[in-house]
């Protein structure tokens, strides 16, 4: 099964510093998803990525996070200024097939922020 | 914006008997999909109903969707242990542009050896 990457998997950063979440490799794909989990609470939509642009974003995703494709292959997503509150669970995910809208989810980065 | 609400909450059955989940969401949809998640890992995909299905089977899970009480179920029959895990509905809006999946609060499974 297609698989997708993520680093690093465990992040911890004090209040206040920028932290950068990776998806990687990825290739000839277009469609490209953030979701976050805090912990014990459900999985929330934060950002849709395609051919290099935002298409979505959720009300989470204030001007404190932005994604990026800086090489053609790894997804980042950035927070600028961490909250304690960002604490959770990232995933970055794939679309294999927009017809079927299969994701495909990576395993995910777990960020603590202290 | 919509929200999926699972129940129950929280299931505990022994190893062998079969296990349903409940999925309830507001919106129209495109599909409906059940993902799996062990603790503090990753999501795993694991069956798709469209919106014009009305059950689906890929091997011990089975998936209705009933889209006049906009609700679904998994039933997962024979578990075992390996079974135990969360699992999450997550929907597909009608009209949505971009393919975002909308989730669910989650069942925990926990199966008994």
């Known amino acids: 099964e297609p698989e997708v990457t993520q680093t690093p998997s465990h992040q911890v950063t004090q209040m206040g510093q920028e932290v950068i979440l990776r998806c990687v490799p990825i290739s000839n794909h277009l469609y490209f998803y953030w979701y976050r989990q805090i912990l014990g609470q459900k999985v929330e939509f934060l950002v849709s990525f395609y051919n290099n642009e935002i298409s979505e974003k959720s009300e989470i995703f204030d001007d404190q996070f932005s994604v990026e494709r800086p090489d053609g292959s790894n997804f980042t997503l950035k927070i600028r200024s961490t909250k304690l509150e960002d604490s959770a669970m990232y995933f970055c995910?794939?679309?294999?097939?927009?017809?079927?809208?299969?994701?495909?989810f990576g395993p995910g980065t777990r960020l603590t922020v202290l | 914006s919509q929200q999926g609400e699972e129940d129950p909450q929280a299931l505990s059955i022994q190893e062998g008997e079969n296990a349903t989940m409940n999925c309830s969401y507001k919106?129209?949809?495109?599909?409906l999909q059940w993902y799996r998640q062990n603790s503090g890992r990753g999501l795993v995909h694991l069956i798709l109903i469209r919106s014009n299905e009305r059950e689906k089977h890929s091997g011990r899970l089975r998936v209705t969707l009933d889209t006049s009480k906009k609700s679904s179920s998994l039933l997962i029959t024979a578990s075992r242990a390996a079974d135990t895990a969360s699992y999450f509905c997550a929907t597909d809006p009608w009209g949505g542009a971009t393919n975002k999946l909308i989730f669910g609060t989650g069942t925990l499974l926990a199966v008994q050896p």
């Open positions: 919106t129209s949809i495109n599909n």
């Open positions: 995910a794939r679309l294999q097939n927009r017809e079927r809208n299969e994701q495909f």
